[in-house]
DNA sequence: TTGAAAGCGCTAACAC
DNA sequence: GTGTTAGCGCTTTCAA
């Protein structure tokens, strides 16, 4: 009988199933963008840990932008995901969250970090203080970050923060922060602070994207990366291996806490216990130290 | 009546709708992989695409494999989706394809370009021709193209096959093509390559990520880009724009591409007439001339 | 204009 | 075991 419904080429409906179970076997994933690799990492790995069990993903991009944030969980919730897992621009503040819990769908959040939810996460400040701690040992003392807009994530505030520690542990000043629009392609407001007297030996950006920009911009002001200004990212997209020089950077397992956020989201679904925040994970980052820092110029 | 609805809180149930109507507001995606950035910027430009109509995506990657991509489609039917944008690796013989023809279910293909489908992909072999005249142009004469495995994308195969014509129609012969495996890191097969006396003073790259890992190669066997060696890639992936050198490219209009394949799958779901192979759509292409490129060196 | 009823395809419960 | 049935929440049709 089963090898005659085979045959037939039968296959189960899946909405009149979600119907009657209340499962639709599909979670929902809101991101800020699929153009910064490091969420397309992330999704890759929950594509895959999804597919394993048997599930699906259903994913929305929100630009960044809080209204759609909240929209995309609001579309989610309609199409009646099992949970959702989100990187959202403000734990602290997301509307999008609020509505979840009101709707108790479970949820995990991912890159995020914060007390009152479940989160998967690497521990951003920490990361910077070894990343500065190295370049301090490298004799760099002129050091200043470059930040996407703090306003727009709590990572970008979260890792400056780990910065400002780091320096000042250090006994150093760190110098004022460079901001760059997030998603233009300006090297402007970085090449201006390149061209000073007293430039800094060395920039620590919040992003690896940055990073690639920064590295552009000490390009046009004719300086050489690493001799003449060391650069370092963060995140560990992929590509940063195979740049020229490669860039130093905090390597993050992006498709693993894809991996991780979705898997726990699922366990949270099956025992119906959804996930806590007391559970919230650190997965291990790795200071990946590269080509594109050395000691600092001995002659500024 | 609505207001009220409103306040308390309705919310119309996805899958009991889409039981009556048939109709899941679902629109599945196929792909390799989102770790290559040109098929997560067109991601992106479905998604976007999409979520202006109500539309939400169920995307599955297949790292390339045949088996998966079948695979891929099977889970999307039982989701029952309403339609399909796939990006397979050989449109020809794709067994997805049978199966999505064999249960009636509209799809289109992106990137891929073959008569008996509906495709969505920019003259990739027009494409070739350009940027080999290009260098032909600036007195390059020993011009090799690097390749993922040719087997592995009907893409690659055509772009080789561009480039072939290309550098015949020049009077010049290709040198052997230096096929190197897809996923990994090596740069062994290209320095192989660049250390010998005769090397190329070009190389034509199949697609952007491989074209990063050939200027690795190159400075690794000491060769400035583009004063020893000029390198060129294929796809446009946004990071190219910021690279140092930055990167002679095919730039496609990814998103584009993604929403141009969308909303075609979109019409015809809506008016019930499928997406038909005479209809395809081949979209502009640019040749982003960049610092990667300079006249071949006089003395090799 | 408003209301009632049938049925989409499945699963879970219960009867045989 | 094997078969029957109710009902998940919606849309559509037909009746009042």
Known sequence: MLAVAQKLGYRPNASARTLRTQRSKVLGIVLPTLENP?????????????????????????QYRLDTEEEAVRQLLSFGVDGVALVVSDAGSSRAITLL?????????????HPAHPCVSVAGDAAMHEIVGRLVDLGHRRIAMVCGRLTASDRALQRHLGFCEAMDQAGLTPRPLIEVPFVETATQDIADVLRTPQRPTALVCSNDLLALRTMRAAHECGLSVPQDISITGFDGIGLARDLTPRLSTI????????????TWLLDGVNSRRHPSAADSITLPHRVRWAESCAAAPTHP
């Open 101 to 113: 819990r009101s709707e108790t769908v479970p949820y995990v959040l991912v890159y995020n970090r």
């Open 251 to 262: 390597a993050q397992p992006n498709a693993e806490m894809g991996r991780a956020a979705v």
């Open 38 to 62: 490091v969420f397309a990492e992330c999704l890759q790995g929950m594509a895959g840990a999804t597919a394993e069990q048997g599930y699906a993903i259903m994913p929305m991009t929100t």
